[in-house]
């Protein structure tokens, strides 16, 4: 089995067809799929959410989204924060920017975090990780995940869930287009802004 025919499994017609082949389960496979996005970074969350828009419609697509995608997140923070003493997530922990990372959670809060969220570009999966890892508290992790990820899953369910309107409207392609774009590039200068944060901070400890 080779990479494209993984990568064939995970198209967007992929998913459309998988979720209409198991109706008859009605919700729990859209939530399923983003659910497991968070324990599996590697599969496509935008792929996922775009589907269950165009599939169960804009407002029931992006719940189902919401849910499971919040649920996963959560539940991997839970599951970090049980076990985070064990070997492997104690050597992740001393890893100079792991550790970075968690102090810059701990000193900043629900706020970066929030922010973090909101963009389908930022790799979530640590972000679930790192704040387990750290002492933020469940309140506050949960109400970031809640928030941030309605924004965003809100913003990819309401590009997918009529997706003949993007061939049929060339303009609404090209809107599509320069979110998406704005959304990546807002996302990196936020990672960047750790990154210059953390430099400074560094300089400063010298």
């Not at 025919?5 to 399923?32: C, D, H, M, N």
């Not at 970075?100 to 701990?106: A, C, L, R, S």
Request: a positive charge; charged letters at 15%.
């Amino acid at each position: 089995m080779d990479i494209e025919t993984i990568k064939q499994w995970f198209t967007l017609e992929s998913v459309l067809s998988a979720l209409e082949q198991y109706r008859s389960f009605g919700v729990i496979p859209g939530i399923v799929a983003t659910l497991l996005e968070a324990f599996l970074p590697i599969l496509p969350m935008f792929v996922f959410v775009m589907a269950n828009a165009a599939a169960f419609g804009l407002w029931q697509g992006f719940l189902i989204s919401w849910f499971g995608a919040c649920l996963g997140s959560i539940l991997v923070f839970l599951i970090t924060r049980k076990i985070g003493q064990k070997r492997f997530f104690h050597f992740v922990s001393r890893h100079r920017k792991v550790r970075k990372f968690m102090h810059w959670i701990e000193r900043h809060g629900f706020g970066p975090v929030f922010l973090l969220y909101c963009f389908p570009f930022t790799p979530s999966a640590i972000i679930n990780v790192v704040a387990g890892l750290s002492r933020m508290s469940l309140q506050q992790f949960a109400l970031a995940v809640l928030c941030g990820k309605m924004v965003m899953i809100f913003t990819i369910s309401f590009i997918g869930y009529d997706i003949t309107a993007l061939v049929k409207q060339p303009l609404r392609t090209v809107m599509v287009a320069v979110v998406i774009a704005l959304l990546w590039y807002a996302g990196k200068r936020i990672e960047a802004r750790f990154s210059l944060t953390e430099k400074q901070r560094d300089r400063e400890d010298l």
